[in-house]
């Protein structure tokens, strides 16, 4: 059995993989198992010498994976340099900051001495999409090997060739062999690879349907899992907001990697009374985006990953349409010959509770625009979802920004004027149906060792 690489801008096949056996799956997990077991004792200062040697690899090769990711998934060639550099960026943020996230913790007690240890746990596996193939990665992947950590990745079939060149970094930084492994194989597999006694924990960036199998599975074996999963990111405009700034990041958030990410922005709730205004700057700024092929420097705008998650999303715009919604930009597939899946920027306006847009993810370059009486109103319509990852709201009464982002919207990321993305030094996660655990920061390298008490009287 194999699977294949396939070019989203004409469909033709890169490369094909043969999966790995049932067999070759236990040895690679037994393999990793057995590194970790002496790579567990390794101390901060080679841990974080490999790390920086990670990142000064990334570095250098950032402009050959970048490439293979415009091949693999349509990623323009300069957002996937971006992409690398920011992997470069969170091997060095933990190579700098992980020894002291990890350091022990004294706590005066009754006892002589009592004080928290942070150990690591052993191997973890990874779920990893397409959409990001390697800074969802890395994001963990920085952290679990500082931590002591190892780590087996099940990688999104369509994207193996970036799984396999994150194990060729890992090996030529100079970690040990079998520190990381690629699994090739799919999804129907996940399940034998989470029971194997030598897995002791999980992490899934994806759907919220793939997030409930996972945390089901590991759940009925004790396993610890952090999920990052769907998004429906609301960004508040209100009246009194710098529209055009308030366009043109906004349009950069809901077309950023072509519109396929868990964190672009895909409500826009606007005050009325800033509305049409708003729409005529956002339409501007969309147009504007050039869309081409993603190997050329100056295209902002890529195919989607696949022709069928195109065609997916299309229906979802036809059927948004259908229950009310009106199209005022794009909604049609281009007609360019020999494009394999791309689709135009969108804008879908009058989207209202009931309607397609207004209920479900949209993951593609199309923008629903939701009317808002007032702020009160604009801060319920936000609220009005089953997600809650990130969230944006744009004023100039930074008070009042303030207070909204803190305390009034629902979600793991809140930013104020300006579009949701993930830094190294902050934490990164979801609530409610978005998934649980935080990625990144200090809290992120805790999520995947032992918190443990040791007291001494």
């Known amino acids: 059995m194999s699977i294949s690489s396939i070019n989203p801008v004409n469909g033709a096949i890169i490369k094909t993989y043969q999966k790995d ?21 390794t101390d901060f200062q080679s841990r974080s010498k490999l790390l920086l040697q990670v990142s000064k690899l990334l570095n250098e090769r950032k402009d050959q994976l970048a490439e293979l990711m415009a091949l693999e998934m349509g990623k323009p060639l300069k957002a996937g ?27 005066k007690t009754s006892a002589s001495k009592s004080y928290v240890s942070f150990q690591p746990i052993g191997v973890v596996l990874a779920i990893m999409p397409w959409n990001f193939p390697f800074w969802q990665v890395f994001r963990f992947l920085a952290p679990a090997l500082m931590a002591g950590n190892c780590g087996v990745l099940k990688h999104s079939s369509g994207v193996t060739g970036c799984a396999i060149e994150i194990e060729k970094v890992i090996e030529d930084a100079g970690f040990p062999k079998h520190v990381f492994k690629t699994l090739i194989c799919s999804s129907k597999a996940i399940s034998k690879v989470i029971e194997n006694p030598c897995i002791k ?46 366009a043109k990041i906004c349009a950069e958030a809901r077309l950023i990697n072509n519109g ?33 092929d993603p190997l050329q420097n100056n295209t902002d705008l890529g195919p989607m990953a696949r022709a069928d998650l ?42 209202k509770k009931g309607v397609l847009a207004y209920d479900e993810e949209i993951f593609g370059p199309v923008a629903a625009i939701i009317s808002a ?33 803190r305390n009034k919207l629902s979600a793991g990321s809140c ?29 992120g390298i805790h999520e995947f060792v032992n918190i443990k008490t040791v007291y001494i009287k």
Not at 34 to 39: F, G, I, K, V
Not at 311 to 336: F, M, R, T, Y
């Open 81 to 107: 340099v971006a992409e690398v550099l920011k992997c470069a960026s969170v091997c060095e943020y933990y190579a700098k900051n992980g020894a002291e996230f990890l350091a022990d913790q004294t706590i």
């Open 373 to 405: 009486e007032d702020t009160e109103d604009a801060i319920r319509i936000a609220n009005d979802t089953n997600f809650g990852l990130g969230a944006a709201v744009f004023t100039e009464n930074a008070s009042l920004a303030e207070d909204i982002a």
């Open 415 to 443: 930013f104020v004027n300006e579009g949701v993305k993930s830094d190294p030094a902050l934490p990164f996660g979801g609530i409610n149906q978005s998934g649980y655990g935080r990625e990144l920061s200090m809290f």
């Open 310 to 351: 195109r065609d997916e999303l299309h229906q979802q715009v036809l059927k948004s349409i259908e229950q009310g919604a009106k199209c005022v930009l794009g909604g049609e597939i281009p007609g360019i010959e020999g494009k394999h899946a791309y689709y135009q920027p969108t804008i879908l306006t009058n989207v």
């Open 260 to 292: 396929q990410s868990c964190i672009a922005a895909k409500r826009f709730i606007v005050v009325k009374t800033v509305e049409a205004q708003f729409i005529k700057l956002f339409k501007a700024e969309m147009e504007s985006k050039k869309i081409g």
């Open 21 to 41: 056996t049932e067999d070759l799956i236990d040895q690679k997990i037994d393999q990793v198992h057995q590194t970790w077991l002496s790579y567990r004792d």
């Open 201 to 246: 924990a999980v992490t899934l960036t994806g759907s919220t349907e793939a997030g409930k199998k996972v945390a089901e599975q590991a759940g009925k074996l004790i396993k610890k899992t952090v999920l990052e999963l769907g998004g429906s990111d609301p960004y508040l405009v209100l009246e009194d907001a710098d529209l055009e700034k308030a």
